[in-house]
């Protein structure tokens, strides 16, 4: 059983910056593969970014390619994101979650983990 809690949301500006953390209960942690998603109202969840176990594998949805970035520190059982040049359209509850499964084969969809954080609010302003 893992247990994820977000902080760091927040309100900011068109532009900013905002970093969220993702801490993880339980010794396994460095076993999972660890997601971003994010959902705005009356919307569907959707994949921001992932990091395999090692951290030494990566990958971002189209609309936040290179502006997000996703790292992880197993010592600490904490994922980041990064989050720079924020734009309105980033406005939404984001979610951290964690897959047991290795493989970063189909690690954007959100069927594929096992475990959910409750969410932190992101909202920018224009």
């Known amino acids: 059983q893992v247990e994820l809690v977000e902080s760091g949301g927040g309100l900011v500006q068109a532009g900013g910056s905002l970093s969220l953390s993702c801490a993880a209960s339980?010794?396994?942690?460095?076993?999972?593969?660890m997601g971003w998603f994010r959902q705005a109202p009356v919307k569907e969840r959707d994949f921001v970014a992932a990091?395999?176990?090692?951290?030494?594998?990566?990958s971002y949805a189209d609309s936040v390619k290179g502006r997000f970035t996703i790292s992880r520190d197993n010592a600490k059982n904490t994922v980041y994101l990064q989050m720079n040049s924020l734009k309105p359209e980033d406005t939404a509850v984001y979610y951290c979650a964690a897959r047991r499964k290795i493989s970063m084969v189909r690690i954007s969809v959100a069927n594929e983990y096992d475990y959910w954080g409750q969410g932190t609010q992101v909202t920018v302003s224009s």
């Open positions: 339980g010794r396994t942690f460095s076993s999972y593969a």
């Open positions: 990091v395999n176990w090692s951290g030494g594998s990566t």
